[in-house]
């Protein structure tokens, strides 16, 4: 099993930045991507950004352009840099880690709340 534990959110005023940390224990060898969702209150789940152990990105359409995801694979962090933060912004924000072989599994931190205010 993999355990995610993030840190990093808060309240910031619209146009600001902050920067979400996720650190990966247990079974990080068997890592292959990490990343992150975010939900807000009476929406589904959505996704930020991922990347794979090779560096490959994936991002949601809200977050191209203002947010930058990054990995440092020797500490099984992943980060989340996010600038010109919008009030829609506001939300928990879940680190994912997917691992596994043939059969993948989904780890999920217990999320971490960003307010932005206008």
């Known amino acids: 099993q993999v355990q995610l534990v993030e840190s990093g959110g808060g309240l910031v005023q619209a146009g600001g930045s902050l920067r979400l940390s996720c650190a990966a224990s247990?079974?990080?060898?068997?890592?292959?991507?990490m990343g992150w969702y975010r939900q807000a209150p009476g929406k589904e789940r959505e996704l930020v950004a991922t990347m794979t152990n090779s560096g490959n990105t994936n991002y949601g359409n809200s977050a191209k352009g203002r947010f930058t995801i990054s990995r440092d694979n020797a500490k099984s962090t992943v980060y989340l840099q996010m600038n010109s933060l919008k009030p829609d912004d506001t939300a928990v924000y879940y680190c994912?880690?997917?691992?596994?072989?043939?059969?993948?599994?989904?780890?999920w931190g217990q999320g971490t709340q960003v307010t932005v205010s206008s």
């Open positions: 994912n880690a997917r691992s596994g072989g043939f059969v993948e599994s989904d780890s």
């Open positions: 247990g079974r990080t060898f068997s890592i292959n991507s």
